[in-house]
């Protein structure tokens, strides 16, 4: 009964994607049907009990859940064996693909939702400095994640904004779009216009926290908005912060950055946003400077709960070999 579910809910982001996934996912729905069918034996069940629990933590899970994975993304073929399903490593000065899988192919993208939600706020002219209030209407109903701005917390606009891109804080950003102008429609609606206007043509929002797997977006049009949220000195900031001391009524509280890579001394990071919902898979965008080199790096929908950091530190590492390998092989010049 359990496979049968899981098997229904991997329908569910196949018709979440449309049209916009490939032809795989045909194929990887069929193979899923026989196997479920064929799990529906009781002696089966018993059999395959004990094996379930550990697969469904990492790759059961995203396998099966993912859209990425339902529409067999995964099964490109990739040199640098990446767990991400979709991926895209521009130079950011001459915007030349230095690396890509499936850049094109248009999946849920999760809390990456918030860099356009920031976006929209920093150009929105109202107060960084006036007080908004959490409300009933920014509790997560869809996934039912946790936070620790219960109703009736009071912070500023600016950080509010803070929270949403260093901590992925949903609540923070559901009360930045329902402070705007013309409440949560007109927040949204600017978004999509913002996409249109950066060329972003594939790219859809419905909500500004991500928590919606109707968000949608390919590693192309991302990298896209990564170069223009990179513009924005205050999105720079706020997303690379380690960490936040927050006073949250008598009490001071702590948060943290959602990418580990932004302590990491072996990065040197100018503006990144994590993502992670079932449908979407674990999600990563940045720019970084590499050998010497200002990048643009998309991973949407990775498998396992660390692969979206292992999979940077492959790419970083095959930037820097790659680029040490030409400066060597040029020919030495006469003083």
């Excluded at 499936?102 to 990456?112: D, G, H, M, R």
């Excluded at 960084?128 to 869809?142: G, N, Q, S, W």
């Excluded at 080199?293 to 396992?304: E, F, H, N, P, T």
Aim: a neutral charge; one cysteine or more; proline letters at 4%.
């Amino acid at each position: 009964m359990r496979l049968l579910t899981v098997f229904s809910q991997a329908l569910i982001a196949l018709a979440v994607c449309g049209a916009t996934l490939p032809a795989l996912a045909t194929t990887a729905a069929s193979h899923r049907a026989h196997r479920a069918s064929a799990a529906s034996s009781s002696h089966a069940h018993a059999r395959a009990a004990s094996a379930r629990r550990p697969v469904r933590a990492a790759a059961y899970e995203s396998a099966v859940q993912s859209a990425g994975y339902a529409a067999g993304l995964h099964e490109t073929a990739d040199p640098l064996m990446l767990r991400s399903g979709a991926a895209l490593v521009l130079d950011q000065d001459t915007n030349e693909v230095l690396y890509s899988k499936n850049p094109q192919a248009v999946l849920p993208i999760a809390s990456l939702t918030k860099l356009m939600t920031a976006m929209v706020v920093s150009e929105g002219a109202q107060s960084l400095e006036e007080k908004l209030t959490i409300t009933e209407d920014d509790i997560d109903t869809e996934k039912g994640t946790h936070s620790r701005l219960i109703p009736g917390t009071q912070l500023s606009r600016g950080t509010m904004l803070h929270l949403a891109l260093m901590s992925s804080e949903n609540r923070a950003a559901n009360a930045l779009g329902r402070n705007y102008p013309g409440g949560l429609a007109a927040f949204v609606a600017a978004m999509n216009a913002k996409a249109q206007v950066l060329g972003m043509a594939d790219t859809h929002y419905v909500e500004p926290t991500g928590l919606s797997s109707r968000n949608q977006s390919s590693a192309h049009d991302l990298a896209l908005l990564v170069n223009a949220a990179h513009q924005v000195p205050l999105l720079r900031e706020y997303s690379t912060t380690p960490a936040l001391d927050v006073e949250l009524g008598s009490r001071q509280v702590q948060f943290h950055t959602t990418d580990r890579l932004v302590a990491n001394p072996a990065w040197d990071i100018g503006l990144q946003k994590t993502g992670f919902i079932n449908e979407a898979g674990q999600c990563l965008v940045m720019q970084a400077q590499l050998a010497g080199r200002k990048l643009i790096m998309v991973l949407l929908d990775s498998a396992g709960r660390y692969s979206r950091i292992a999979d940077a530190e492959r790419i970083r590492k095959w930037i820097t070999a790659h680029d040490k390998t030409v400066a060597d092989s040029k020919p030495a010049t006469a003083g």
